[in-house]
């Protein structure tokens, strides 16, 4: 069945089953594999991207589903102009193996534009349900408490 998508500003058409994960839609149809698999189940978010400014986790969301606009890793910044929240992730050096990060900077982003002064309990809160294996959660939180600080004197 032909679905039409808007994704990242710019409108998608695929023809694929109505059941068919978005993850999949955006990795294998449209070639945009910012959009990491992880667990298949919604339990780690390293798929997790914006649909309507809402944070989801692609994995789960079929593609007859889709209700609005999606938002991936690669419509955030781009390598010549990163957002301010990839900036902020660089400086603290929060990537190391980086295979959740792309997900990690989607509930952020997410967070930050909900809440642009989030304490670390509201951090915490958001980003429960993104893991990484590396360990990384400090520095996931000393970025977004710097990018809403950036954000808020921009």
Do not use: F
């Not at 808007?6 to 023809?15: C, E, L, Q």
């Not at 990060?101 to 930050?112: D, V």
């Amino acid at each position: 069945m032909a679905h039409s998508l808007k994704i990242n500003g710019r409108t998608h058409s695929v023809d694929t089953p109505d059941n068919v994960p978005l993850l999949w839609v955006l990795r294998d149809e449209l070639s945009m594999t910012g959009t990491k698999y992880g667990c298949g189940v919604a339990a780690c978010g390293a798929c997790t991207v914006q649909i309507d400014g809402e944070a989801v986790r692609s994995c789960q969301v079929a593609v007859a589903d889709v209700w609005g606009e999606v938002t991936t890793i690669e419509g955030v910044g781009t390598p010549d102009n990163v957002a301010t929240i990839q900036q902020a992730w660089i400086d603290h050096q929060v990537a190391q193996c980086g295979y959740c990060q792309s997900g990690q900077i989607m509930q952020a982003a997410a967070l930050l534009a909900e809440n642009p002064a989030p304490s670390d309990q509201d951090i915490d809160d958001a980003m429960q349900g993104n893991l990484c294996r590396c360990g990384t959660y400090p520095r996931i939180r000393a970025a977004i408490h710097d990018a809403a600080q950036r954000m808020k004197e921009a």
